[in-house]
């Protein structure tokens, strides 16, 4: 899910310093990296859904406001009781289903809903009234403000069939096997092509299997993004990343931490540093005014409450951390 290759390849290689025999003059050059392009896009079955038949009647006053000083508003007409069924049916159809969205608190109020709306099906018909607490989860929310334990403990119950779907946030996009996902569904347009195949590549994992994925959006404008997402996903026409030239507050952070563990002579920690793509080119000057401000020499008295990090000696050509660094 990233493009150019070359870009990419670039930034994960870094830079190494040419020398004299070699015809590299001692600049810096790019460190070899083998590019292996498998050549296979895999096949991905994505639909459009929309719940109602015209969006262009939300909003719309379903209700007019009670009046009274402390009458509520209009009720005006939601997508949301049309698509929480939808989303149901969708789940009790896949054995592992994962539900995207984009905000923590609607990750919560979705999951919260969906079980709501299952115990209500399960149940309808008997005496009981209400979900009680000990009811079984059809799904859960999975999102960065829960502890890192809770998260893994959330995904083995999905891994393991005691949950048939996650309504989760970006922090289930990379790097977590989820082992046999069915089916993706992506409330609202994910934003990006590369987003929507991270996401909508979660299912499918076994070979040959397609990766199915559903995308809900909730306005007119979300369908219109929403519907030219799909087609450059269809196409792999992922949009282009740059990685960052000079970061100054990435090179900041870097050298207090290298310095806070050892010495390093400047010459020697400059090289380190242009070893690293974005910084490459990173001039003496601009590193020279990096060091001055973490040692403490700023160009006006508008610093003057930033606290040193580095001790510098200049004579020696030597950096260390201060305490506390």
């Known amino acids: 899910t990233q493009r150019p290759l070359e870009e990419i ?11 004299e025999a070699d015809g590299g003059g001692g600049e810096r050059r790019p460190r070899p990296v083998a590019i292996v392009d498998a050549g296979v896009r895999k096949p991905m079955e994505i639909e459009v859904v929309i719940p109602i038949d015209d969006l262009a009647t939300l909003g719309q006053v379903i209700d007019e406001p009670v009046s009274g000083a402390a ?43 969906l079980n709501e709306l299952h115990w209500e099906g399960e149940s309808r018909g008997g005496e009981q009234e209400g979900r009680p607490p000990d009811a079984p989860e059809l799904v859960k ?16 119950d999905l891994k393991s069939g005691r949950l048939r779907g996650l309504v989760a946030t970006s922090s289930l996009e990379l790097g977590i096997d989820m082992g ?4 993706v569904v992506q409330i609202s347009s994910p934003g990006a092509v590369s987003t929507g195949l991270q996401r909508v590549g979660r299912a499918g994992h076994q070979v040959g299997a397609p990766s199915r994925g559903k995308i809900f959006p ?14 450059r996903m269809r196409a792999g026409q992922i949009e282009e990343t740059r990685y960052p030239r000079n970061p100054l507050d990435v090179l900041c952070q870097q050298i207090v931490a290298m310095c806070a563990l050892d010495e390093w002579r400047v010459d020697e920690l400059a090289g380190v540093v242009r070893s690293a793509a974005p910084f490459a080119e990173l001039s003496e000057e601009v590193l020279a005014s990096v060091l001055d ?6 160009p006006s008295e508008e610093f003057a409450e930033l606290r040193p990090r580095l001790v510098w000696d200049r004579v020696g050509g030597i950096l260390r951390g201060r305490s506390g660094a």
């Open 9 to 19: 390849a670039r930034f994960l290689g870094g830079t190494e310093a040419g020398t």
């Open 71 to 113: 009458a509520a508003g209009p009720v005006r007409r939601s997508i949301w009781p049309a698509m929480h069924p939808r989303l149901l049916e969708l789940v009790l159809e896949h054995r592992s289903t994962l539900i995207f969205v984009n905000a923590r608190r609607l990750a919560e109020r979705l999951a919260t809903r």
């Open 141 to 156: 929310a999975h999102h960065g403000s829960l502890s890192r334990e809770r998260r893994l403990e959330i995904e083995d």
């Open 180 to 183: 046999a996902v069915d089916l």
């Open 218 to 231: 909730k306005h007119r404008a979300d369908l219109l993004e929403s519907a030219v997402v799909v087609e």
């Open 293 to 298: 401000l973490l040692s403490g020499r700023y």
